[in-house]
């Protein structure tokens, strides 16, 4: 099972104070719009996503090629998804909780997504 690129979903609070942070920890914006309420910020191969006012808690993030085929397979495997993907193609995302409660995003982009796509200067 191919989960693809992980990513730290953080809920927060105050999005310019959260991305002031964490770009002094050596992070840079590489997709999304502040005034949206949220980005995404890499530093090497680490990826945080800041988002205000979209989600109750932090949620693991991934993004992968083929989020349904990851879908047939948890459900195989006799996990419970919380939102199940819709439609047999295009961009898509399933979610479910893991056992201590912690919310997982499996997120399907577009083919054609490419980061950077919305990027705010």
């Known amino acids: ?15 310019a104070a959260s991305r002031a942070f964490y770009e002094k920890l050596s992070f840079k914006v590489v997709d999304g719009k502040q005034s949206d309420g949220w980005l995404i910020l890499q530093s090497g191969n680490t990826y945080i996503g800041l988002f205000q006012d979209k989600f109750e808690k932090n949620l693991l993030t991934f993004n992968p090629k083929d989020v349904r085929s990851i879908e047939a397979q948890l459900k195989e495997e006799g996990i419970d ?4 993907s819709k439609g047999d193609e295009g961009p898509a995302y399933i979610t479910l909780i893991d056992p201590d409660g912690n919310p997982i995003l499996f997120d399907q982009h577009a083919d054609d997504y490419k980061v950077g796509d919305s990027l705010e200067e």
């Open 1 to 15: 099972m191919d989960l693809g690129k992980f990513s730290l979903s953080l809920s927060v609070k105050d999005i």
């Open 81 to 84: 998804l919380i939102e199940e």
